[in-house]
């Protein structure tokens, strides 16, 4: 199952990362823009009234911001893939606004992860295999044994 969540991981980045950068001039119009890696990003400096307010206020109006790049993600199709994270810039009065897929699969961690079990599973199981073939007839006499024990 981790190997089609996966897959499907990737295909959501490819059609995300291709979708982002077919739209890079309209993006840009908006005041958006896109990495290399397709992620859509942004920079919200904070107007006056708002820089005296708590931390809690700030974040509120980087959230009522938000509508208006998800319209512009809704006329570009993307708008169900993506989601905010939201990021303080130290040392300036800005959020660093990113509109990216959540990935839980598609981590170097899980997929290295998941290789060296499989790799496990796979060396297990040949290992299994031949143990199995050159010592058939011991273990066939070990199971005919037991059956003529139980019955």
Request: proline residues 3%; hydrophobic residues 55%.
């Amino acid at each position: 199952m981790y190997w089609y969540r996966l897959y499907k991981e990737l295909r959501l980045w490819w059609i995300f990362r291709k979708v982002a950068n077919a739209n890079e001039d309209f993006l840009a119009q908006n005041n958006l823009r896109v990495d290399w890696i397709g992620r859509i990003y942004t920079v919200l400096n904070m107007p006056d009234e708002v820089l005296g307010a708590a931390e809690i206020a700030q974040e509120g109006w980087v959230f009522q911001q938000l509508p208006q790049m998800t319209k512009v993600l809704m006329e570009m199709g993307v708008a169900d893939a993506a989601f905010p994270s939201l990021e303080r810039i130290e040392g300036t009065n800005s959020f660093l606004v990113v509109l990216w897929p959540d990935f839980d699969a598609l981590s170097f961690w899980k997929i290295l992860g998941h290789t060296l079990l499989a790799l496990t599973t796979i060396i297990l199981v040949k290992l299994g295999i031949t143990l199995a073939i050159d010592h058939w007839a011991s273990i066939s006499g070990f199971f005919s044994k037991i059956w003529n024990y139980i019955f």
